[in-house]
Protein backbone atom coordinates (compact mmCIF):
# COMPACT_ATOMS: atom_id res chain seq x y z
CA UNK A 1 0.00 0.00 0.00
CA UNK A 2 1.68 3.24 -1.71
CA UNK A 3 0.43 6.66 -2.10
CA UNK A 4 -1.81 6.53 -4.88
CA UNK A 5 -3.25 3.10 -4.18
CA UNK A 6 -7.19 2.69 -3.57
CA UNK A 7 -7.73 -0.47 -1.14
CA UNK A 8 -11.62 -2.40 -0.94
CA UNK A 9 -12.52 -3.51 2.37
CA UNK A 10 -15.56 -5.31 2.78
CA UNK A 11 -16.57 -4.86 6.15
CA UNK A 12 -16.03 -3.24 9.44
CA UNK A 13 -13.83 -5.90 10.66
CA UNK A 14 -11.38 -5.03 7.29
CA UNK A 15 -11.31 -1.69 8.03
CA UNK A 16 -10.34 -1.90 11.16
CA UNK A 17 -7.93 -4.33 10.03
CA UNK A 18 -6.52 -1.57 7.22
CA UNK A 19 -5.90 0.68 9.80
CA UNK A 20 -3.85 -1.58 11.96
CA UNK A 21 -1.23 -2.18 8.85
CA UNK A 22 -1.81 1.42 7.85
CA UNK A 23 -0.34 2.35 11.17
CA UNK A 24 3.19 0.88 10.80
CA UNK A 25 3.51 3.66 7.70
CA UNK A 26 3.40 5.91 10.06
CA UNK A 27 6.20 8.01 11.87
CA UNK A 28 6.02 10.54 14.92
CA UNK A 29 5.12 13.78 13.31
CA UNK A 30 2.59 12.09 11.23
CA UNK A 31 -1.03 13.95 10.47
CA UNK A 32 -4.06 11.83 9.22
CA UNK A 33 -6.98 13.20 7.33
CA UNK A 34 -9.58 10.81 7.59
CA UNK A 35 -12.44 12.06 4.72
CA UNK A 36 -15.52 10.47 3.96
CA UNK A 37 -19.46 10.89 4.57
CA UNK A 38 -21.52 10.12 7.85
CA UNK A 39 -21.20 6.35 8.82
CA UNK A 40 -18.23 6.00 6.34
CA UNK A 41 -16.11 4.29 8.52
CA UNK A 42 -13.52 6.98 9.50
CA UNK A 43 -13.83 6.28 13.54
CA UNK A 44 -13.63 2.32 12.70
CA UNK A 45 -10.29 3.33 10.56
CA UNK A 46 -9.36 5.34 13.65
CA UNK A 47 -10.07 2.59 15.95
CA UNK A 48 -7.75 0.33 13.53
CA UNK A 49 -4.87 2.36 13.59
CA UNK A 50 -4.74 3.00 17.06
CA UNK A 51 -4.78 -0.71 18.08
CA UNK A 52 -1.74 -0.98 15.38
CA UNK A 53 -0.05 2.15 17.42
CA UNK A 54 -0.24 0.03 20.76
CA UNK A 55 -3.02 1.98 22.01
CA UNK A 56 -4.79 -0.06 24.53
CA UNK A 57 -7.59 2.46 25.57
CA UNK A 58 -10.95 2.58 23.97
CA UNK A 59 -11.02 4.86 20.95
CA UNK A 60 -14.13 6.40 19.82
CA UNK A 61 -15.11 9.33 18.12
CA UNK A 62 -14.66 12.76 20.08
CA UNK A 63 -17.88 14.15 18.42
CA UNK A 64 -18.15 16.20 21.79
CA UNK A 65 -15.07 16.92 23.12
CA UNK A 66 -13.43 17.58 19.66
CA UNK A 67 -10.19 15.53 20.94
CA UNK A 68 -8.89 12.82 22.67
CA UNK A 69 -5.53 11.88 23.47
CA UNK A 70 -4.17 8.23 23.72
CA UNK A 71 -1.27 6.50 24.54
CA UNK A 72 0.75 3.89 22.89
CA UNK A 73 3.86 1.92 22.22
CA UNK A 74 5.61 2.06 18.79
CA UNK A 75 7.63 -0.50 16.70
CA UNK A 76 10.55 -0.03 19.39
CA UNK A 77 8.56 -0.59 22.41
CA UNK A 78 8.82 3.32 23.34
CA UNK A 79 5.60 5.26 24.56
CA UNK A 80 3.95 7.72 21.32
CA UNK A 81 1.12 9.44 22.15
CA UNK A 82 -2.18 9.76 19.41
CA UNK A 83 -4.31 12.69 19.23
CA UNK A 84 -7.87 12.00 17.99
CA UNK A 85 -9.59 15.01 16.79
CA UNK A 86 -13.47 15.16 15.38
CA UNK A 87 -14.15 18.10 13.76
CA UNK A 88 -17.73 17.43 12.84
CA UNK A 89 -19.66 19.53 15.12
CA UNK A 90 -17.47 22.87 13.76
CA UNK A 91 -19.62 25.17 12.69
CA UNK A 92 -17.04 27.41 11.51
CA UNK A 93 -13.00 26.70 11.23
CA UNK A 94 -12.10 29.89 13.86
CA UNK A 95 -13.55 28.21 16.46
CA UNK A 96 -10.40 25.87 15.76
CA UNK A 97 -8.34 29.06 17.51
CA UNK A 98 -8.99 28.87 20.78
CA UNK A 99 -8.67 24.62 20.86
CA UNK A 100 -4.70 25.00 20.49
CA UNK A 101 -5.41 23.36 17.05
CA UNK A 102 -2.18 24.04 15.88
CA UNK A 103 0.03 21.64 18.02
CA UNK A 104 -2.08 18.46 16.54
CA UNK A 105 -1.77 19.97 12.81
CA UNK A 106 2.43 19.49 13.80
CA UNK A 107 2.17 17.00 16.33
CA UNK A 108 6.14 16.87 17.17
CA UNK A 109 7.22 13.23 18.52
CA UNK A 110 2.99 12.35 18.80
CA UNK A 111 0.66 11.54 15.52
CA UNK A 112 -2.50 12.86 14.82
CA UNK A 113 -5.74 11.74 13.55
CA UNK A 114 -8.30 14.04 12.17
CA UNK A 115 -11.58 13.27 11.15
CA UNK A 116 -13.52 15.34 9.06
CA UNK A 117 -10.97 17.91 8.11
CA UNK A 118 -12.70 19.77 5.84
CA UNK A 119 -14.37 21.44 8.66
CA UNK A 120 -11.53 23.27 9.41
CA UNK A 121 -11.55 25.11 5.87
CA UNK A 122 -7.98 26.14 4.63
CA UNK A 123 -6.17 25.48 8.06
CA UNK A 124 -4.55 22.01 6.90
CA UNK A 125 -0.94 20.58 7.61
CA UNK A 126 2.02 21.43 5.31
CA UNK A 127 2.25 17.57 5.17
CA UNK A 128 -0.16 15.04 5.82
CA UNK A 129 -1.96 11.78 4.54
CA UNK A 130 -5.20 12.05 3.27
CA UNK A 131 -7.03 8.57 3.35
CA UNK A 132 -10.99 9.49 1.51
CA UNK A 133 -13.26 6.73 2.52
CA UNK A 134 -15.93 6.17 -0.81
CA UNK A 135 -18.80 3.57 -0.53
CA UNK A 136 -17.74 0.86 -3.00
CA UNK A 137 -20.29 -0.70 -5.20
CA UNK A 138 -19.98 -4.57 -3.12
CA UNK A 139 -21.49 -2.85 -0.23
CA UNK A 140 -18.20 -1.95 1.53
CA UNK A 141 -15.81 0.51 1.36
CA UNK A 142 -13.29 2.03 -0.61
CA UNK A 143 -9.93 4.11 0.98
CA UNK A 144 -8.18 5.87 -1.86
CA UNK A 145 -4.36 6.83 0.07
CA UNK A 146 -2.49 9.83 -0.86
CA UNK A 147 0.57 11.80 0.62
CA UNK A 148 1.13 15.71 0.49
CA UNK A 149 4.07 17.64 1.89
CA UNK A 150 6.52 14.83 1.94
CA UNK A 151 6.88 12.37 5.20
CA UNK A 152 7.44 12.31 8.99
CA UNK A 153 11.43 11.78 10.00
CA UNK A 154 10.75 9.79 13.35
CA UNK A 155 8.98 6.67 14.69
Known sequence: MTPGDTVEVPDAAAMRA?????????????????????????????????EGLGVRDPVQSPTFSIIAEHDGVDSGGGSIRLFHLDLYRLID?????????????????????????????????????????????????????????GAATGR
Do not use: C, M
Open 18 to 50: FGQSFADRLRRGDVVLLHGDLGAGKTTLAQGIA
Open 93 to 149: PLELEGLGYEQYLDPGDAISIIEWPERAGDWLPDRFWLLKITHAPSDGRRINLSRHG
